[in-house]
């Protein structure tokens, strides 16, 4: 059993929903999670919008858009009339359910199943186009299997449990479709995993069933060893461990959703990044083993804001780091890089939400700085403290770009800098010139 998640771009358009249909054709059971088409998520986005801010009309002249553009995508889809009027059919009852929520006081349940429309669509159009074809398949409802807990975490009991129990009814079929994204929260509603989701879907799924590899396609061949956005003459990264995949997909590199690392890692079971466009090639495998080069990748991270808090206080003092922790806690932020001195410390966060509140906290314990603006760049490679000679690279790589704070020590395979974001791309440049060429 394998799982294949194809995201939105993916299944962006007719011609490469249909472009799927060799790639899940071999004989090999197989469950397929599919994203919205892309596009869709946003749209369902803007239209919740809307409806937040009580402005029906323009809501209902997107939800009019959004329904003559899936109508446009099943006309060209299937070449039957048959197919052609099941798949309008399909649409006008999600639409109908779109517009439903025009009518009523629109709250945050409501919004949660209008975003959940988009993959509901997406795998009706593919499952429908099998039947077309004459390719047996099930369509595997997300919403009777997916759950989270009462804190928004993957409840990973239930998925294994009900997934199982589900898996037992189609035992003949070896294609099984099914909607990454969206799950059911701990009270029943339907909810989702986040934007960009979907890998996190694929991921569970893979440890709920046990897969032997799960598999992620996108449109580009996988991890590369730099942001292609922004330097040239990047390449593919073959093979990294979880732990190293874990923090380029944090740090920056969006080909993976970060949480999706986790119950593969678990389950010792391996992750493959495929491209839908060039499906010869094989791609980034991540597995638990690391093949130890000495620079693996460089990614970045912005939105990053950095709090410096200096006190006397914490001369010689004990307890005083809890307390810094504590106001981060209650204001539910995750803390991303930390370095200290005798008597301050630096933290940054990428969720400035409660930026303004943590500070006036933190004034309790000294005084503090906040600096915005900022970026995270992660380089990932074998940085065993044993090891002499890397850290002396990267400073002289980026001998021009100061520095503002340096995390090292923290992880054997990541040393991680913060840098104002104006001087990123140099920065990312001048790593891949002196790390990979
Ligand atoms: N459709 C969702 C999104 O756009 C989930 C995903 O594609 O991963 O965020
Ligand atoms: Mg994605």
């Keep these: 059993m394998k799982i294949m998640k194809f995201g939105g771009t993916s299944v962006g358009n007719p011609d490469r929903i249909r472009a799927l249909i060799p790639l899940i054709s071999d004989n090999e059971e197989k469950i397929v999670v599919l994203s919205a088409m892309s596009g869709t998520t946003n749209k369902l986005v ?11 009309n323009a809501a209902s002249l997107k939800i009019d858009s959004l329904s003559s553009n899936y109508y446009q995508v099943v006309e060209d889809l299937y070449s039957t009339n048959e197919y052609k009027a099941l798949g309008h059919e399909m649409i006008d009852s999600h639409i109908e359910y779109i517009r439903n929520f025009t009518l009523r006081v629109f709250t945050k349940l409501q919004e949660k199943a209008i975003l959940s429309v988009g993959e509901l669509i997406s795998t009706s159009l593919f499952h429908l186009l099998l039947q077309e074809r004459n390719i047996e398949s099930a369509l595997l409802p997300a919403l009777s299997f997916m759950r989270v807990d009462k804190d928004g975490e993957p409840d990973a009991f239930y998925i294994k449990e009900n997934l199982s129990r589900e898996l037992e009814n189609y035992k003949k079929e070896k294609i099984i479709i099914t909607q990454g994204f969206i799950c059911r ?4 509603e339907i909810d989702n995993l986040k934007r960009g989701g979907s890998d996190f879907s694929a991921s569970l799924i893979g440890a709920g069933a046990n897969a032997r590899e799960i598999q992620i ?3 580009i061949n996988g991890f590369h060893n730099n942001d292609p956005r922004y330097v040239e003459h990047t390449s593919v990264i073959r093979q990294l461990s979880f732990d190293e995949a874990a923090e380029l997909a944090y740090f920056g590199a969006k080909i993976l959703h970060p949480s999706s690392v986790n119950p ?8 493959r990044l495929k491209n839908t466009m060039e499906p010869d090639d094989e791609g980034t495998l991540i597995t638990s083993e690391s093949d130890q080069l000495d620079y693996k990748a460089v990614a970045a991270k912005d939105g990053i804001s950095v709090l410096r808090i200096r006190s006397d206080r914490m001369l010689m003092a004990y307890g005083f780091l809890r307390k810094v922790f ?6 539910r932020t995750p803390i991303d890089m930390i370095t200290t001195s005798e008597i301050s410390v630096s933290i940054t966060i990428d969720n400035s939400d409660f930026i303004d509140q943590i500070a006036k906290d933190l004034r309790d314990l000294g005084s503090v700085e906040i600096e915005q603006n900022q970026s995270i760049i992660c380089i990932v490679g074998d940085f065993r403290t044993e090891r002499t000679g890397s850290a002396p690279e990267i400073f002289e790589a980026l001998n021009t770009i100061p520095l503002k704070m340096v995390s090292y020590g923290g992880s054997p395979h990541s040393l991680s800098l913060l840098i104002d974001t104006s001087r990123k791309t140099e920065a990312l440049r001048l790593l891949s010139k002196h790390l990979f060429n």
């Design 46 to 56: 803007e239209i919740a919008e809307l409806l937040y801010a009580d402005n029906i």
């Design 185 to 188: 929260n701990a009270y029943g």
């Design 217 to 219: 396609w996108t449109d």
């Design 264 to 271: 593969a890692r678990e389950n010792n079971i391996p992750v």
């Design 326 to 331: 504590e106001i981060f806690e209650a204001y």
